[in-house]
């Protein structure tokens, strides 16, 4: 593989997340705090530089708009009220992923329906889906998994055919690219999280919600500040929430934007090094290597002995991550919604995902030693843990 930026870091600890993902970055901050902490205009929410950073989002992306909100989940939140989700609606969401996709539906009082995953993919089965839908469904909210995008031209499909909203759950995604369309174009609107550990993170909690569609980027922008629509202040249009973004971060983010898909990259790299050396080993499954969708948040696989990988990973340095070891309709706190609404549903491939998945550090701040130690150290614990075939059975001798 390509050698990557060496980090000096003692191979023999290597973190899942680097401490040091800012570093490169450390002066500019810092001026950036010093200019925009000082500046006459004392304006640290909402500003010019969050103005100059949605629209650098929208040129990327070729967005009608992008709204920058506090998080991803906030994101969610403020896509799901600008669409009118509340009560009595329902929302299907994967069974398997992160709490908001099942919170922020129950946040506006509808109902979040759990449906299945792919057992490949990890994301939500359209086909699965497609099976959960209702005459109260009124949107679908697939989300990309670790490193892989969603079917979304299948969703894309299946909210046409059925006539509901389609929201796009690419909080991990942003700079991954699907039958050419960017994470986060799909349906009505997506969702990007800034948090630190995502690929484009940064050093505090933000989102954005991305929408080719004006009027809903009109009332997100509005929900997200109290209700304001940014022209005259204490004057509410709406019951909103204080969703809005630092400038700070927003100038900083603009720094950083550039170096992107050089940062990607570098994922993408490690992230098929992984894949080349994993592929085919006893008790273990690589995500998928086709390279249309992939995002490289995480390199996520399934392992037969998930915790016996995790703990030998450990005893030879390596980070690992285990994100969800339930499924969503299993955690206290879904459970019951899930029981109420959806008696007897199983979800077998969450709970198996939930069950297997392990993750490997991928950050672009790994060298190339530490990535080829992390794979001989999967490769060396699946060899050595190799099933032993079983034993022919004993044919009784024929009798003379």
């Known amino acids: 593989m390509t050698t990557g930026t060496t980090t000096g870091r003692d191979r023999d600890t290597i973190p899942f997340f680097p401490p040091d993902l800012f570093h490169d970055d450390r002066e500019t901050l810092l001026r950036l705090l010093y200019e925009i902490g000082t500046a006459p205009e004392q304006k640290f929410i909402l500003g010019a530089h969050t103005a100059r950073f949605e629209e650098a989002l929208r040129e990327q992306l070729g967005a009608t708009d992008v709204v920058a909100c506090s998080s991803g989940t906030s994101a969610l939140h ?3 009220a600008a669409l009118g989700i509340g009560p009595g ?21 509808a109902v979040p329906v759990f449906a299945d995953i792919d057992p490949r993919t990890l994301t939500l089965d359209p086909a699965d889906a497609e099976r959960r839908l209702t005459a109260r469904t ?8 670790f490193s892989v995008m969603a079917d979304m031209p299948a969703f894309a499909a299946l909210a046409a055919a059925h006539g509901l909203r389609l929201v796009e759950d690419s909080a991990v995604a942003q700079g991954a690219v699907l039958a050419g369309r960017p994470a986060g174009m799909w349906g009505d609107a997506g969702v ?16 954005a919600v991305v929408t080719r569609n004006p009027e809903l980027a009109r009332r997100a922008r509005m929900l997200r500040n109290h209700g ?3 022209r005259r202040r204490f004057v509410h249009h709406e019951i909103g929430l204080n969703s809005r973004f630092d400038e700070i971060q927003a100038a900083f983010q603009l720094h950083r934007l550039p170096g992107l898909p050089a940062r990607l990259e570098r994922r993408a790299r490690i992230a098929a090094h992984y894949t080349e050396r994993l592929t085919g080993l006893p008790g273990i499954t690589p995500p998928p290597a086709d390279p ?21 990973l450990a005893r030879h340095g390596v980070a690992t991550h285990v994100y ?4 969503l309709p299993d955690q206290a706190a ?5 029981a109420a609404h959806q008696p007897g549903a199983a979800w077998p491939h969450a709970r198996r995902a939930a069950d297997l998945q392990l993750s490997l550090p991928v950050h672009h701040r790994l060298d190339d030693a530490q990535v080829e130690h992390i794979a001989e150290t999967v490769r060396g614990h699946a060899l050595r843990h190799r099933p032993t075939p079983p034993s022919p059975p004993v044919r009784p001798e024929r009798s003379a």
């Open 292 to 312: 249309d969708g992939r995002c490289h948040y995480v390199y996520t696989l399934l392992a037969e002995d998930r915790d016996a990988l995790r703990d030998h």
């Open 78 to 80: 403020l896509v799901l």
């Open 138 to 145: 009124r949107a679908v909210m697939p989300a990309h998994m």
């Open 324 to 327: 969800y070891p339930k499924a």
């Open 192 to 207: 990007y999280s800034f948090v630190q550990v995502k690929s484009f993170g940064m050093p505090g909690e933000g989102g």
């Open 228 to 230: 304001q629509d940014g």
């Open 89 to 109: 609606d329902e929302v299907v969401v994967p069974a398997f992923g992160c709490a908001p996709l099942a919170a922020a539906v129950l946040h506006l009082g």
């Open 334 to 338: 879904f459970a019951p919604v899930a």
